[in-house]
């Protein structure tokens, strides 16, 4: 092995020093409280809505009762999805100051599938991957800034259940 040149102990000593550095400053962070790191894993969630077992259940729990039919929520997906477990959607809100798109799947064993808020001037679309037990209606409810909840529905035949049921 030949010898190191001063350039790359340089190179080295600066490297573990900056490392030594951001894990005594991390360190010393937790240690005073000032950085949570379960704060950061742990968001709070609708754990009635997402545990319901019942699609009525769970849009009540979600509060997306009283939804009214929309032509402006966009619902792209396949009309049949070859595996449930993987089941493409994009869901495009064309209603001014979307606050939040909660995804339903009628005949899961856990309705809520998804459940997302947006800050205010954001763009009300989001692309995921679902999955799906069998073959099912996708609901799709948009709460406005004011308050009211507006629904949209899409079928979707699936041929091979992703859900273990």
Known sequence: MPPARKGDVDRLRRLLLKAATTGVSAGALLAAGLL????????????????ATSLSEAIRAAGA???SDSGSIVIK???IAENGAQVPLEVISNI??????????????MPLA?????ARGAQARVRLQLKMAESSRIRVVVR??????HHASREVKVTLGGCGA
Do not use: C, M, Y
């Open 114 to 118: 998804a459940s997302l808020t947006f």
């Open 65 to 67: 009762g009283g939804s």
């Open 36 to 51: 949570r790191p379960t704060a950061a894993l742990a968001a709070d969630w609708n754990r009635a809505a997402f545990t």
């Open 77 to 79: 997906t396949v009309e």
């Open 96 to 109: 001014p100051d979307s606050q939040s798109i909660s995804i339903f799947i009628e005949k899961n064993p």
């Open 144 to 149: 406005a800034a004011d308050g009211k909840n």
